[in-house]
């Protein structure tokens, strides 16, 4: 069977403003969509599935939880109130093409399955700069050093209510069952198909573990039930990070695996506050000089369907969430590759985690993703070292290649 195309009426029409946030959530109406797209006006959408339905009902049936998805997030939606606070998107950038497929030529960027990428040394070096850059910060505002693991507890995350706003994005750790006989057939015909392990579905435990979606929780999750010191907490700390998202995994710009430090806030809400805005002035600063094109505008998280609106109006409204976005020449728009995010006292509640006054604890945090400000950068400033902005440039220069790296020939196949 072959690919397929559906028209789907939609009522209400999707707004222009939701067009990119409901077509990141339509590949969930079906495992089978490969493809979506809004028409103009919003009142039609199209899918592609990469298997055509069976029949006229299974047509129906994803024709069905298409509309649901648009009728959850577009019902009553209002466009927010969009507030850019620093503007340079118009700074001058020396290049404007894609750099994904001369860095997958090089072997600087490898695929080794959907959504996740190995790096190589320029890459690597450029994330050690901007990390160092990142790490001045921290030192800046007296932030002790954490380490976290890239697992995180299912009883936590049902807790702090990240399975009902976004069970979508979620990654579960399976193992093979205790059971000497699935042992013994999986070791003997255990084999991947398409990317895919092929094994029976009863073969798996149940889930244990997650894969951490983020960094912050771990620290909230070690403070717990207890009672901070009168001048709160602040932490740094660098992890892998899983977010699944679809089909909308493409090149560096969304990924499955990501690596994010964060700076992390815990204390009353004036120290919280007070240390978000230092934080993001130190911020604006560093970006200036580290020369990118950006901007620092108000956004929200991508809640799943069933609380998106409300979710992201209370965001909106308490400007909770703040995005530094960096244009792509090449496609004229920009991606996400770092936030501000104000929990005001979410976390202290879900916790009881309590700040010296005794109330609950506020919690906020900057988080930059790693290969998207790397992905960014290059793509506004190319491959080569030699023209990069001063600071980078210099890093390259006081780091250079210790040995020639090999010749490739072809891409790698598995």
Not at 50 to 76: L, N, S, W
Not at 236 to 264: K, P
Not at 368 to 375: D, I, L, N, T
Request: glycine share 6%.
């Amino acid at each position: 069977m072959s690919e397929s195309r559906l028209e789907i009426a939609v009522d209400p029409a999707v707004p222009d403003f939701l067009f990119k946030d409901v077509s990141a959530k339509l590949p969930y109406a079906d495992e089978r969509i490969v493809g979506a797209e809004i028409a103009a006006g919003g009142a039609l959408v199209t899918v592609t599935l990469k298997v055509a339905p069976t029949d006229v009902a299974d047509a129906e049936g994803v024709a069905g939880r298409v509309r649901t998805i648009v009728r959850k997030m577009a019902k009553g939606a209002f466009r927010p109130d969009l507030k850019v606070v620093v503007d340079q998107r118009d700074r001058a950038v020396p290049c404007a093409d894609d750099p994904m497929a001369a860095l997958l030529a090089r072997r600087e960027v490898v695929r080794e399955g959907a959504g996740f990428f190995a790096l190589g040394p320029l890459m690597s070096r450029l994330i050690d700069y901007l990390e160092a850059e990142i790490l001045r910060l921290a030192a800046d505002f007296g932030a002790e050093p954490y380490r976290f693991p890239a697992l995180i507890s299912p009883a936590y995350m049902e807790k702090v209510k990240y399975f009902s706003n976004f069970p979508h994005s979620l990654s579960f750790v399976a193992h093979l069952r205790e059971d000497l006989d699935i042992l013994d057939a999986f070791m003997q015909s255990g084999h991947a198909v398409d990317g895919e392990v092929d094994a029976p579905e009863d073969a798996y435990a149940r889930a244990k573990a997650l894969l951490s979606p983020t960094v912050c929780h771990h620290l909230y999750l070690m403070l717990a039930d207890s009672d901070l010191p009168a001048d709160g907490i602040v932490a740094t700390a660098v992890g892998h990070c899983f977010r699944y998202e679809s089909i909308n995994m493409v090149s560096l710009q969304r990924v499955w695996n990501f690596t994010m430090r964060e700076i992390i806030f815990v204390g009353t809400p004036e120290q919280v506050q007070e240390r978000l805005e230092a934080l993001r002035a130190a911020t604006v600063e560093m970006l200036d000089v580290l020369g990118m094109a950006y901007c620092l505008e108000n956004a929200n998280d991508p809640f799943f369907i069933g609380s998106y609106r409300d979710q992201a109006a209370y965001q909106a409204a308490f400007d909770l969430k703040f995005e530094v976005r960096a244009p792509l020449p090449f496609k004229g728009d920009g991606i996400a590759i770092g936030s501000f995010n104000y929990h005001k006292d979410f976390f202290g509640r879900s916790l009881d985690i309590r700040a010296a006054n005794g109330s609950k604890a506020h919690t906020g945090c900057l988080g930059f993703g790693f290969e998207r400000w790397a992905y960014a950068f290059l793509c506004q400033f190319g491959l080569d070292p030699a023209s990069w902005p001063a600071g980078p440039r210099g890093y390259f220069e006081a780091h250079p290649p210790r040995r020639e790296r090999p010749t490739f020939t072809s891409a790698p196949s598995f």
